[in-house]
Structures are given as structure tokens and as C-alpha cells.
């Protein structure tokens, strides 16, 4: 069990053990859980940590059929654990990260038709406000158009009245330089 992780540069490196990872700010951060004990004396251990800036692609990678070593009620507790704390499943997410240069309008334009299937039959007006000449992004699209629908439905669930919804992006200032990288554990 662990994770195989593609930089920027082309390297991989695989990060054995983890089960879970976390991509926060400028660190994406590998982990391994004791999920087998009571969740109020669950423990993590930082097994890895890389830029989030230089990775390009996570793949989840599955120990072999004969290595086995969690059970299926640990999996099963596990989801009813998240499923009752409210937690997502991303962090337990086997599925690809594939990270690509792609534009604000495209991702904005993905979001709004999947919007505009989830509302179908019911007029909701967006309006939409694009700083021209954004540069691209590099992301997950798939990953980013989910937010930007969860964002867009949670607008119009909890708007009062007839919802006037706007979508906007614009430049933010440039980025502070990179600090250096920290050593990997």
C-alpha cells in the first residue's frame, strides 16, 4: 500500500505505507494511520512530504493480493467513521490526481454545465465575471470543477429568496518567492 508520486522534474518515488495523504498549502504530505485502533486514540505518522507546486501526478498503489494485512471491518469502520464525523472521502481517495495546465474559462464553463444539469428544469440565472487574459491554471479540472458545482449548489441551496449567483476570477497578487525545499523524511 502507498502512493506513487510524479514531480515536475519526471522522477517518481514511491511512498510505501501511506494510506492517506494531504494537500495543504504549499505541502502535499503523505501519511500512515493506525486505523485499527478506537478513533479517539487514532494516530498518524508523516511518512513524506513534497511541494504541492512540483507535483504533477499521485497515483494510488495497491499491495499485492497475498499482503493483505487490513482487514474488511477496519475498512468498513472506517467509512462509517467518516460517513458519521461528515468527513468527505477524498483523503482515502484511490483515484488518480493528474495534475495539467487548463484555463479558468474552460473549468468555469465545465462547472457550469454540470450545474445546469443538476438544476435542470429550474431557471438559475449565474453570472458569470472573468478577468480577461487570466493566466493557466495547473490542477486537478476534475477536482476543481467538483468544488465549483458543490460551491454553486450550496449558493443556491442556501439563498434566500430568488438567487443571484456570480462566479469571478481575477489575478491576486504574485506569489512570495519559494522558500527552500524541505528535506524529505
Request: charged content about 25%; aromatic content about 6%.
Amino acid at each position: 500500500m502507498g502512493y506513487e508520486v510524479t514531480t515536475a522534474d519526471g522522477t517518481t518515488e514511491l511512498v510505501t505505507g501511506a494510506d492517506t495523504y494531504q494537500q495543504e498549502g504549499p505541502l502535499t504530505t503523505f501519511f500512515r494511520t493506525d486505523a485499527g485502533r478506537r478513533v479517539v486514540d487514532c494516530w498518524s505518522v508523516r511518512l513524506a512530504s513534497f511541494r504541492t507546486a512540483e507535483v504533477t501526478k499521485i497515483r494510488r498503489v495497491e499491495p499485492a493480493a497475498d499482503s493483505a494485512d487490513i482487514p474488511a471491518i477496519t475498512k468498513a469502520m472506517r467509512e462509517d467513521v467518516l460517513h458519521v464525523a461528515g468527513f468527505p472521502e477524498i483523503a482515502f481517495a484511490s483515484t488518480d490526481v493528474e495534475l495539467r495546465p487548463d484555463t479558468v474559462p474552460d473549468i468555469v464553463d465545465a462547472a457550469l454545465a454540470a450545474f445546469r444539469i443538476v438544476t435542470v428544469g429550474r431557471e438559475v440565472p449565474v453570472k458569470v465575471e472573468l478577468e480577461e487574459g487570466l493566466p493557466p491554471v495547473v490542477a486537478d479540472r476534475g477536482a476543481l470543477v467538483d468544488a465549483l458545482v458543490n460551491l454553486l449548489v450550496n449558493a443556491l441551496k442556501y439563498s434566500e429568496g430568488e438567487p443571484r449567483i456570480t462566479v469571478s476570477a481575477r489575478r491576486g497578487p504574485p506569489p512570495a518567492p519559494r522558500p527552500p525545499r524541505p528535506p524529505r523524511l
